[in-house]
Nanobody, 120 residues
């Protein structure tokens, strides 16, 4: 079993910053990639940022230049540094990881989510 635990959400004013963390634990052979998604009320869950094992990253157009995804492989942890937050960034942010639990088994794990609320 693999668990993802997010932290770092909160309430900030527009222009502020938050840093989200996600720690993966459990039966982990290796991690193919980790990423962050977000879902606002009434909207789809959308990809925010993704980082693969080799270090390459992808960002949603709406967060490019403001958000930075990074990882600490030794801690099985991914971070999302969010700067210049806007009210439209308000959402429940979910950590996602594609994990090899054994040499031949894959598992796509999701965290419970951490709320980010940005006031204007």
């Amino acid at each position: 079993q693999v668990q993802l635990v997010e932290s770092g959400g909160g309430l900030v004013q527009a222009g502020g910053s938050l840093r989200l963390s996600c720690v993966a634990s459990g039966s982990i052979f290796s991690i193919n990639f980790m990423g962050w998604y977000r879902q606002a009320p009434g909207k789809q869950r959308d990809l925010v940022a993704l980082i693969i094992s080799g270090g390459s990253t992808n960002y949603a157009d709406s967060v490019k230049g403001r958000f930075t995804i990074s990882r600490d492989n030794a801690k099985n942890t991914v971070y999302l540094q969010m700067n210049n937050l806007k009210p439209e960034d308000t959402a429940l942010y979910y950590c996602n990881a594609n994990i090899k639990t054994t040499a031949r088994s894959l598992y796509n794990a999701w965290g419970q989510g951490t709320q980010v609320t940005v006031s204007s």
